[in-house]
């Protein structure tokens, strides 16, 4: 079974389309767990009906607010799948993308992670209207691995899938921002990823992204990410090199 977490708060307008997007996958032996961050009666209404939906499947939780970091930990605490991903609210799985990841970790014993490309729709201000779609690629390049070049570089997306041991190894998300970014290189620090060229989800690029949340809100947009590569050469210079 794979299981899917997603964080959420103040995506009402969003959360139907996303967690539709799971309900239609071909792979059909996974659970959701949609965490509700904090009190926001409207997207908890929409998740909620959801659960109505296939409760056997799909699991809804609210908890105090404590950002993504923290939702994505009370999530996971709560799945038993043998794989595992997690899905933005306001993104779209395309249908093959459990159906397509999972097939690669079956062939490639050897691999614990793998990520695909995937569309980058750019929205207005209201983030419901697509002015512009791009590929992953067309920004980042090549998505082919390399430990030395994620350290520098995020270009993974949103298409993610991980056996279950790998994140138990790594241990909790951190609450503080680019919580992702983080899991990331710890996760490559302790087992081997993979990549493949199929596009396999949008993402929704728009004002309320936490990327951009963080360039308005500090004077230094930079500055978690900065940490979270100081962490990482000090815990591994021997992949990283020293600080």
């Not at 082919?144 to 279950?164: A, H, M, P, Q, S």
């Not at 998300?173 to 970014?181: G, I, L, S, T």
Request: net charge negative; aromatic share 14%.
């Amino acid at each position: 079974m794979i299981s899917i977490v997603m964080p959420t708060f103040g995506q009402s307008k969003y959360i139907n389309e996303a967690v539709g997007s799971i309900y239609r996958q071909t792979f059909k032996d996974w659970e959701l767990v949609i965490v509700v961050d904090g009190h926001d009666p409207d997207t908890l209404f929409k998740a909620s009906a959801w659960g109505t939906v296939d409760p056997e499947r799909i699991f809804v939780v609210q908890k105090e607010q404590g950002g993504t970091g923290s939702a994505l930990n009370y999530g996971f605490h709560l799945v038993k799948g043998e794989y595992e991903t997690w899905n933005a609210s306001d993104n779209i799985m395309y249908p093959k993308y459990l159906e397509k990841l999972k097939s690669f970790l079956d062939q490639h014993q050897v691999i614990d992670y793998v990520y695909s490309n995937c569309d980058i729709g750019v929205m207005d201000a209201s983030g419901l209207i697509e002015t512009q779609r791009k590929l992953l690629t067309d920004e980042v390049g090549s998505q082919v691995w390399n430990r030395k070049r994620t350290l520098d570089w995020y270009y993974f997306g949103i298409c993610w899938l991980w056996r279950r041991e790998l994140r138990l190894k790594c241990g909790k998300f951190q609450e503080e921002p680019c919580e992702d970014y983080d899991m990331v290189l710890r996760m490559q620090e302790e087992g081997e990823f993979g990549s493949i060229p199929d596009i396999l989800g949008w993402f929704r690029r728009h004002s309320e992204n936490m990327t951009h949340r963080i360039s308005r809100e500090n004077p230094d947009p930079h500055y978690f990410s900065r940490v979270v590569q100081a962490k990482a050469r000090a815990r591994r210079p021997d992949i990283y090199g020293a600080a």
